[in-house]
């Protein structure tokens, strides 16, 4: 049996690892943009994706920040 499963988007494997090997990152859409060389809207929507997804959240300030990195500094 095949299984359907949704593409995988390499910027968003990009994006997932600089996160993961930087743990302590806090970065803005914008940051991520530059960071990943995409446009600040698709930066966007990766970013969106996986705040969905609960691997990362949204400070207060716009910066985007690793869940669990989040929850140390609570």
């Known amino acids: 049996m095949i299984a359907l499963a949704e593409p995988i988007d390499a910027d968003v494997l990009r994006v997932r690892n600089e996160f993961l090997t930087r743990p302590d ?27 969905h997804e609960d691997f990362l959240e949204r400070t207060a300030d716009g910066q985007y920040v ?9």
Do not use: F, P
């Open 25 to 51: 990152l806090h970065a803005s859409a914008d940051a991520v943009a530059r960071l990943v060389d995409v446009t600040l809207r698709h930066a966007a929507v990766i970013l969106d994706s996986l705040v």
């Open 66 to 74: 690793h869940r669990h990195y989040a929850r140390r500094l609570w």
